[in-house]
């Protein structure tokens, strides 16, 4: 596992233990030496990447695979200051919301009955075993999707069957046609896919709004005796 001591060092990433060793294959693979030498390459260049290095696996870092409940995937960090930060659709507290994740606060509300957060860092669902995994896990400054295509989509399709394999009964939330292009990856017989139109407000409407992932969500930890999660963000 060389490369990951080398992206460790020149970047100050942290990644939970288990999930380095569920990994290293793919921390030694070639593609995965390019990611990271690709990163490397635009820092030298004075090129803004988002999140910051110690943040680019904090989603890995916050939901060790063993605890892993329910994946949100997210397509690409979002690209203004101070908003990534290794956690899909989260923004640090003293952030405003961005749109998405408004309307998830909206569905939540109408869902659960839970009152809108205040804030946008959904820290505690992680910790409570939600995987908040964007399918790229950075992203230029300012350049939506601009990493999307130097490798990290390879890595993040394997985290997802890793997931679909080691878990016994986890809850995938695809939100939009991008995130259901995943769906290939999970095992149907043991997991449940929830799929729905994706939060943005160009296309909340058509099928977001309403889709009830919360509960659904809960409902089908119940029934397998897991703990259900705790929406509530204060």
Request: aromatic share 10%.
């Amino acid at each position: 596992m060389a490369i990951f001591p080398q992206i460790s060092s020149s970047m100050n990433v942290r990644i939970e233990e288990s999930w380095k060793q569920v990994l290293a294959d793919e921390f030694k693979k070639p593609y995965f030496k390019q990611v990271v030498e690709h990163l490397k390459t635009e820092k030298t260049q004075g090129k803004t990447i988002y999140p910051a290095g110690a943040d680019i696996f904090h989603a890995f870092d916050a939901t060790p695979i063993a605890q892993v409940k329910v994946v949100i995937l997210g397509q690409d960090p979002y690209h203004g200051p101070r908003q990534a930060h290794g956690l899909s659709f989260s923004v640090q507290k003293g952030v405003a919301p961005p749109p998405s994740l408004i309307n998830i606060f909206k569905e939540l509300h109408d869902d659960v009955g839970m009152a809108i957060p205040r804030h946008g860092f959904l820290e505690h669902w992680a910790q409570q075993g939600v995987l908040l995994l964007n399918a790229s896990l950075t992203v230029r400054a300012g350049e939506p999707m601009s990493h999307s295509k130097i490798g990290w989509h390879h890595f993040t399709d394997t985290v997802i069957a890793k997931v679909s394999k080691e878990r016994p009964h986890a809850v995938f939330i695809l939100w939009g046609k991008f995130a259901q292009q995943k769906e290939t990856l999970i095992d149907h017989k043991k997991h449940l896919i929830l799929k729905s139109a994706h939060p943005s407000p160009l296309s909340a409407h058509n099928g977001f709004f309403g889709s009830r992932p919360f509960s659904k969500t809960n409902e089908w930890l119940a029934k397998k005796g897991i703990d259900p999660i705790d929406w509530s963000l204060e």
